[in-house]
């Protein structure tokens, strides 16, 4: 029962903070609404679910094994979303409104938890913390990703909610483009960890 307990709060402290996925939620939610979003959601969530999935069957030994994937997936991880930052930052509201421009798919959502680099720190965290090796390793893994979708939904819902609530306040051109750059500054922040990493391992 401990150890549920701290999954969960693992899993709420982790999914609620703010974080690439959180960004661009409450980014989406503000400029395109709720319903255009829940794609975005559902891509997200079963792409961290997933992603935890593969690396608990053994996904984590194949980067140790081959350390220059996991730097190319880092280098082009951050490379993406240097480059989403830089969208949402420059976005107008012309932009916003062609139908041509639209929220991110399930399947981009899906996609992107693999060069997301908090996605890639709460799944190695959770695996290492709240497994062990035995018989019962496959019901753990059943059991921290169950949390994590149940736990974590509503976390990244509450995010795309919050940006909903913003679209009153930012529905002048001015305050959506001030709205914007401040997201894709935000999201760029969120990979400088990730770039001091790379820097000191290439020292």
């Known amino acids: 029962m401990e150890m549920i307990i701290a999954l969960c709060v693992f899993a709420f ?3 609620i903070t703010p974080g690439p996925n959180n960004i661009m939620l409450m980014s989406s ?3 395109y609404g709720v319903q255009r979003t829940l794609p975005h ?3 997200v969530v079963s792409g961290f679910a997933l992603m935890l999935v593969l690396v608990g069957l053994g996904g984590g030994v194949l980067f140790e094994q081959f350390p220059l994937a996991y730097q190319l997936i880092k ?3 951050i490379g993406y979303m240097a480059y989403l930052a830089f969208r949402i930052a420059t ?3 012309g932009q916003l409104d062609d139908a041509a421009d639209r929220p991110m798919t399930a399947m981009q959502a899906v996609l992107f938890q693999w060069v997301n680099g908090k996605a890639w ?6 695996v290492a913390t709240f497994t062990s090796a035995g018989d019962h390793y496959w019901l753990q893994l059943v059991l921290i990703t169950a949390t994590f979708f149940i736990v974590g939904a509503p976390c990244n819902l509450a995010w ?5 609530s913003m679209q009153s306040f930012i529905n002048e051109t001015s305050k959506q483009r001030l709205f914007n750059r401040m997201m894709g500054g ?3 922040l969120s990979i400088l960890p990730a770039v001091v990493e790379i820097a000191q391992e290439w020292q």
């Open 13 to 15: 402290s982790t999914s």
């Open 75 to 77: 280098f082009v991880g």
């Open 91 to 93: 976005a107008s509201r």
């Open 29 to 31: 939610g503000a400029n």
């Open 186 to 188: 935000l999201l760029f």
């Open 41 to 43: 959601l559902f891509g």
């Open 121 to 126: 720190i709460m799944v190695t965290g959770a």
């Open 160 to 164: 795309v909610l919050f940006g909903r």
